[in-house]
Protein backbone atom coordinates (compact mmCIF):
# COMPACT_ATOMS: atom_id res chain seq x y z
CA UNK A 1 0.00 0.00 0.00
CA UNK A 2 0.96 3.90 -0.30
CA UNK A 3 2.13 4.75 3.56
CA UNK A 4 4.33 7.42 4.73
CA UNK A 5 7.47 6.71 6.52
CA UNK A 6 6.93 6.51 10.14
CA UNK A 7 6.50 2.84 10.43
CA UNK A 8 9.08 1.76 8.33
CA UNK A 9 11.49 4.43 9.67
CA UNK A 10 10.76 3.47 13.62
CA UNK A 11 11.73 -0.61 12.47
CA UNK A 12 14.66 0.95 10.91
CA UNK A 13 15.98 2.90 13.34
CA UNK A 14 15.35 -0.20 15.50
CA UNK A 15 17.15 -2.75 13.65
CA UNK A 16 19.88 -0.70 12.33
CA UNK A 17 19.04 -0.22 8.79
CA UNK A 18 18.15 2.27 6.43
CA UNK A 19 15.20 2.54 3.76
CA UNK A 20 16.33 3.26 0.21
CA UNK A 21 15.21 6.58 -1.26
CA UNK A 22 15.28 6.19 -4.75
CA UNK A 23 14.62 9.33 -7.50
CA UNK A 24 12.19 8.79 -9.92
CA UNK A 25 10.78 10.20 -13.43
CA UNK A 26 10.18 7.67 -15.69
CA UNK A 27 8.48 4.28 -15.88
CA UNK A 28 11.43 2.09 -16.89
CA UNK A 29 13.21 3.83 -13.26
CA UNK A 30 10.02 2.95 -10.90
CA UNK A 31 9.82 -0.45 -12.80
CA UNK A 32 13.64 -1.62 -12.18
CA UNK A 33 13.29 -0.03 -8.40
CA UNK A 34 9.94 -1.76 -7.87
CA UNK A 35 11.10 -4.98 -8.92
CA UNK A 36 14.29 -5.58 -6.78
CA UNK A 37 12.09 -4.58 -3.89
CA UNK A 38 9.47 -7.19 -4.84
CA UNK A 39 12.45 -9.89 -5.11
CA UNK A 40 14.12 -8.37 -1.66
CA UNK A 41 10.70 -8.16 -0.43
CA UNK A 42 12.21 -4.43 1.11
CA UNK A 43 9.68 -1.16 1.85
CA UNK A 44 10.23 1.56 -0.61
CA UNK A 45 10.87 4.91 -0.77
CA UNK A 46 10.09 6.58 -4.27
CA UNK A 47 10.86 9.97 -4.48
CA UNK A 48 10.52 12.67 -6.95
CA UNK A 49 11.65 15.91 -7.50
CA UNK A 50 10.47 19.14 -8.50
CA UNK A 51 12.75 18.57 -11.81
CA UNK A 52 10.61 14.95 -11.92
CA UNK A 53 7.56 16.68 -11.78
CA UNK A 54 8.52 19.13 -14.83
CA UNK A 55 10.18 16.43 -16.72
CA UNK A 56 6.81 14.09 -16.63
CA UNK A 57 4.16 16.31 -15.61
CA UNK A 58 2.44 15.10 -12.01
CA UNK A 59 0.31 13.20 -13.36
CA UNK A 60 2.31 10.65 -14.76
CA UNK A 61 4.30 9.91 -12.02
CA UNK A 62 1.78 9.22 -9.62
CA UNK A 63 -0.28 6.92 -11.40
CA UNK A 64 3.16 5.24 -12.80
CA UNK A 65 3.60 5.18 -8.69
CA UNK A 66 0.04 3.79 -7.81
CA UNK A 67 0.44 0.97 -10.44
CA UNK A 68 3.75 0.37 -8.42
CA UNK A 69 1.82 -0.07 -5.27
CA UNK A 70 -1.24 -2.08 -7.42
CA UNK A 71 1.63 -4.47 -9.04
CA UNK A 72 3.85 -5.12 -6.05
CA UNK A 73 1.23 -5.02 -2.88
CA UNK A 74 4.90 -3.60 -1.48
CA UNK A 75 4.76 -0.57 1.14
CA UNK A 76 5.83 2.29 -0.98
CA UNK A 77 5.77 5.72 0.19
CA UNK A 78 5.66 8.58 -2.15
CA UNK A 79 7.62 11.67 -1.36
CA UNK A 80 8.82 15.31 -2.62
CA UNK A 81 12.23 15.60 -2.37
CA UNK A 82 14.03 18.66 -2.19
CA UNK A 83 10.68 20.73 -1.75
CA UNK A 84 11.59 24.74 -1.84
CA UNK A 85 8.39 26.03 -1.13
CA UNK A 86 5.31 25.72 1.01
CA UNK A 87 3.17 25.66 -1.90
CA UNK A 88 5.14 22.80 -3.57
CA UNK A 89 4.89 20.60 -0.20
CA UNK A 90 0.97 21.56 0.02
CA UNK A 91 0.42 21.19 -4.10
CA UNK A 92 2.15 17.47 -3.04
CA UNK A 93 0.41 17.15 0.22
CA UNK A 94 -3.02 17.37 -1.36
CA UNK A 95 -1.87 15.78 -4.45
CA UNK A 96 -2.24 12.37 -2.16
CA UNK A 97 2.01 12.12 -1.63
CA UNK A 98 2.41 10.69 1.76
CA UNK A 99 5.94 12.29 2.95
CA UNK A 100 7.40 15.65 1.83
CA UNK A 101 11.09 16.94 2.25
CA UNK A 102 11.07 21.06 2.35
CA UNK A 103 14.59 22.21 2.23
CA UNK A 104 14.74 25.28 3.85
CA UNK A 105 19.31 24.53 4.36
CA UNK A 106 19.92 27.76 2.43
CA UNK A 107 18.11 29.82 4.52
CA UNK A 108 19.45 31.69 8.11
CA UNK A 109 18.42 28.96 10.87
CA UNK A 110 15.09 30.98 12.42
CA UNK A 111 13.96 31.27 8.61
CA UNK A 112 14.15 27.73 8.60
CA UNK A 113 12.35 26.96 11.59
CA UNK A 114 9.37 29.19 10.32
CA UNK A 115 9.18 27.69 7.05
CA UNK A 116 9.04 23.94 8.25
CA UNK A 117 6.93 24.50 11.04
CA UNK A 118 4.84 25.93 8.64
CA UNK A 119 5.03 22.85 6.02
CA UNK A 120 5.03 20.55 9.07
CA UNK A 121 1.59 21.99 10.59
CA UNK A 122 -0.06 21.45 7.21
CA UNK A 123 1.01 18.00 5.93
CA UNK A 124 0.64 16.84 9.76
CA UNK A 125 -3.40 18.20 9.75
CA UNK A 126 -3.26 15.65 6.55
CA UNK A 127 -1.35 12.44 7.90
CA UNK A 128 1.56 13.14 6.01
CA UNK A 129 5.13 13.15 7.55
CA UNK A 130 7.92 15.71 6.81
CA UNK A 131 11.53 15.90 6.02
CA UNK A 132 13.80 19.07 6.57
CA UNK A 133 17.28 19.89 6.28
CA UNK A 134 19.40 21.80 8.22
CA UNK A 135 23.72 22.31 7.12
CA UNK A 136 24.75 22.61 3.55
CA UNK A 137 25.39 19.93 1.27
CA UNK A 138 27.37 22.34 -0.54
CA UNK A 139 30.36 20.79 -2.96
CA UNK A 140 32.50 21.77 0.57
CA UNK A 141 35.06 19.74 -0.85
CA UNK A 142 36.63 23.29 -2.20
CA UNK A 143 36.44 24.22 1.56
CA UNK A 144 39.56 23.84 2.56
CA UNK A 145 39.59 25.40 5.74
CA UNK A 146 38.02 23.27 8.73
CA UNK A 147 36.13 26.70 9.77
CA UNK A 148 34.43 26.47 6.59
CA UNK A 149 33.20 23.02 6.39
CA UNK A 150 32.52 23.28 10.46
CA UNK A 151 30.23 25.93 9.18
CA UNK A 152 28.67 24.20 6.23
CA UNK A 153 28.08 21.14 8.54
CA UNK A 154 24.76 20.33 10.89
CA UNK A 155 25.53 21.50 14.27
CA UNK A 156 24.43 19.15 16.45
CA UNK A 157 22.77 21.50 18.86
CA UNK A 158 20.93 23.42 16.41
CA UNK A 159 19.63 20.50 14.95
CA UNK A 160 17.91 19.61 18.62
CA UNK A 161 16.84 22.90 18.79
CA UNK A 162 15.08 22.62 15.04
CA UNK A 163 13.66 19.53 15.56
CA UNK A 164 11.80 20.31 18.97
CA UNK A 165 10.27 24.03 17.11
CA UNK A 166 9.45 22.51 14.35
CA UNK A 167 7.83 18.84 14.63
CA UNK A 168 9.54 17.64 11.68
CA UNK A 169 9.33 13.70 11.32
CA UNK A 170 12.72 12.98 9.87
CA UNK A 171 15.67 15.28 9.65
CA UNK A 172 18.21 15.53 6.80
CA UNK A 173 22.32 16.69 8.02
CA UNK A 174 25.51 17.46 6.40
CA UNK A 175 27.86 15.16 7.72
CA UNK A 176 30.17 15.17 4.05
CA UNK A 177 28.05 13.96 1.54
CA UNK A 178 26.79 15.99 -1.62
CA UNK A 179 25.38 15.34 -4.81
CA UNK A 180 25.80 14.28 -7.93
CA UNK A 181 28.52 11.97 -9.15
CA UNK A 182 32.02 14.31 -8.31
CA UNK A 183 31.80 14.42 -4.19
CA UNK A 184 34.73 14.23 -3.33
CA UNK A 185 38.56 15.48 -4.54
CA UNK A 186 40.60 13.66 -2.06
CA UNK A 187 39.99 10.82 0.28
CA UNK A 188 36.11 10.16 0.73
CA UNK A 189 35.67 11.09 4.25
CA UNK A 190 32.24 11.47 6.46
CA UNK A 191 32.42 13.49 9.79
CA UNK A 192 31.10 10.08 12.17
CA UNK A 193 31.97 12.05 15.31
CA UNK A 194 29.14 14.60 14.36
CA UNK A 195 26.65 12.19 13.08
CA UNK A 196 27.28 9.84 16.55
CA UNK A 197 26.88 13.33 18.45
CA UNK A 198 23.79 14.40 16.78
CA UNK A 199 22.24 11.07 17.10
CA UNK A 200 23.12 10.18 20.91
CA UNK A 201 20.98 14.03 21.28
CA UNK A 202 18.33 12.70 19.16
CA UNK A 203 17.95 9.23 20.16
CA UNK A 204 15.19 7.09 18.02
CA UNK A 205 14.68 10.39 15.78
CA UNK A 206 15.33 9.31 11.88
CA UNK A 207 18.64 10.52 9.92
CA UNK A 208 18.54 11.59 6.31
CA UNK A 209 21.38 10.84 4.32
CA UNK A 210 21.77 12.63 0.86
CA UNK A 211 24.53 12.75 -1.99
CA UNK A 212 24.78 8.89 -0.59
CA UNK A 213 25.42 7.20 -4.35
CA UNK A 214 28.69 5.08 -4.43
CA UNK A 215 29.34 6.28 -8.22
CA UNK A 216 30.73 2.56 -8.81
CA UNK A 217 33.87 2.75 -10.90
CA UNK A 218 32.50 -0.31 -13.45
CA UNK A 219 30.02 1.81 -14.72
CA UNK A 220 31.85 4.90 -15.00
CA UNK A 221 34.33 2.73 -16.89
CA UNK A 222 31.57 1.46 -18.87
CA UNK A 223 30.17 4.84 -19.85
CA UNK A 224 33.24 6.06 -20.68
CA UNK A 225 34.23 3.04 -22.46
CA UNK A 226 31.44 3.99 -24.98
CA UNK A 227 31.55 7.72 -25.42
CA UNK A 228 30.80 9.21 -21.96
CA UNK A 229 32.75 11.43 -20.39
CA UNK A 230 32.76 11.21 -16.74
CA UNK A 231 36.27 11.57 -15.69
CA UNK A 232 37.45 11.92 -11.63
CA UNK A 233 33.66 10.49 -11.03
CA UNK A 234 34.03 9.14 -7.01
CA UNK A 235 30.88 8.50 -4.52
CA UNK A 236 30.35 7.71 -0.67
CA UNK A 237 32.28 3.88 0.02
CA UNK A 238 29.73 1.45 0.28
CA UNK A 239 31.04 0.75 4.32
CA UNK A 240 30.77 4.10 5.52
CA UNK A 241 27.02 3.91 4.63
CA UNK A 242 26.55 0.75 6.37
CA UNK A 243 27.92 2.35 9.09
CA UNK A 244 25.81 5.36 8.68
CA UNK A 245 22.68 3.15 9.09
CA UNK A 246 23.56 2.24 12.36
CA UNK A 247 24.12 5.15 13.98
CA UNK A 248 20.43 6.69 13.38
CA UNK A 249 20.38 7.37 9.81
CA UNK A 250 16.86 5.55 8.48
CA UNK A 251 16.69 6.94 4.83
CA UNK A 252 19.59 6.89 2.07
CA UNK A 253 19.01 8.89 -1.06
CA UNK A 254 20.10 7.09 -4.10
CA UNK A 255 19.71 9.07 -7.37
CA UNK A 256 23.35 9.17 -9.68
CA UNK A 257 23.66 5.98 -9.27
CA UNK A 258 20.68 4.68 -10.88
CA UNK A 259 21.49 7.31 -13.62
CA UNK A 260 25.08 5.35 -14.38
CA UNK A 261 23.84 2.42 -13.83
CA UNK A 262 20.83 2.75 -16.71
CA UNK A 263 23.11 5.35 -18.87
CA UNK A 264 25.94 3.04 -19.32
CA UNK A 265 23.80 -0.14 -19.64
CA UNK A 266 22.26 1.76 -22.49
CA UNK A 267 25.39 3.32 -24.16
CA UNK A 268 26.85 0.17 -24.13
CA UNK A 269 24.17 -1.55 -26.18
CA UNK A 270 23.79 0.73 -28.56
CA UNK A 271 27.40 0.65 -28.99
CA UNK A 272 26.99 -3.13 -29.52
CA UNK A 273 23.75 -3.29 -31.83
CA UNK A 274 24.17 0.01 -33.78
CA UNK A 275 21.06 -1.40 -36.28
CA UNK A 276 18.61 -1.66 -33.47
CA UNK A 277 16.20 1.47 -33.04
CA UNK A 278 13.73 -0.14 -30.64
CA UNK A 279 13.70 1.77 -27.76
CA UNK A 280 12.42 -1.24 -26.28
CA UNK A 281 15.77 -2.91 -26.80
CA UNK A 282 18.32 -0.36 -24.55
CA UNK A 283 15.30 0.63 -22.09
CA UNK A 284 14.27 -2.70 -21.22
CA UNK A 285 18.46 -3.24 -20.47
CA UNK A 286 18.55 -0.07 -18.94
CA UNK A 287 15.71 -1.02 -16.40
CA UNK A 288 17.32 -4.27 -15.91
CA UNK A 289 20.67 -2.07 -14.53
CA UNK A 290 18.99 -0.50 -12.79
CA UNK A 291 17.22 -3.78 -10.66
CA UNK A 292 20.59 -5.42 -10.37
CA UNK A 293 21.77 -2.46 -8.65
CA UNK A 294 19.15 -1.60 -6.15
CA UNK A 295 19.32 -5.41 -5.39
CA UNK A 296 22.65 -4.77 -4.51
CA UNK A 297 22.19 -1.50 -2.60
CA UNK A 298 19.56 -3.01 -0.49
CA UNK A 299 21.04 -6.79 -0.05
CA UNK A 300 24.24 -5.17 0.95
CA UNK A 301 24.60 -1.80 1.56
CA UNK A 302 21.15 -0.31 3.14
CA UNK A 303 19.78 -3.90 5.19
CA UNK A 304 16.19 -3.62 3.92
CA UNK A 305 15.69 -6.95 2.27
CA UNK A 306 13.28 -8.88 3.97
CA UNK A 307 11.60 -6.01 5.84
CA UNK A 308 8.85 -4.97 3.94
O1 LIG B 1 20.32 13.15 -2.33
C1 LIG B 1 19.98 12.96 -3.51
C2 LIG B 1 20.76 12.05 -4.45
O2 LIG B 1 22.13 12.06 -4.17
P1 LIG B 1 23.15 11.35 -5.20
O3 LIG B 1 23.45 12.36 -6.28
O4 LIG B 1 24.36 11.00 -4.39
O5 LIG B 1 22.48 10.14 -5.76
N1 LIG B 1 18.84 13.55 -4.00
O6 LIG B 1 18.08 14.29 -3.17
C3 LIG B 1 18.44 13.40 -5.43
C4 LIG B 1 18.41 14.76 -6.10
C5 LIG B 1 19.80 15.31 -6.29
C6 LIG B 1 20.38 14.99 -7.66
O7 LIG B 1 21.21 13.87 -7.62
NA1 LIG C 1 14.26 13.94 0.56
ZN1 LIG D 1 19.25 15.47 -1.96
Known amino acids: PLVTSK ?35 APLILQVSAGARKYAQPVYLKKLVEAAVEYSGLPIVLHLDHGDSFEICKACVDDGFTSVMIDGSKYPF ?17 GVVVEAELGRLSGI ?23 ERTGVDSLAIAIGTSHGAYKFKGEPRLDFERLEKISSMLPNFPLVLHGASSVPQEFVEICNKYGGQIPGAKGVPEDMLRKAAEMGVCKINIDTDLRLAMTASIRKYLAENPSHFDPRQYLGPGREAIKQMVIHKMRDVLGCSGKA
Open 110 to 126: EENIALTKKVVDYAHSK
Open 7 to 41: EMFKKAYKGGYAIGAFNVNNMEIIQGIVEAGKEEN
Open 141 to 163: EDAVSVSERDAAFTDPDEAVEFV
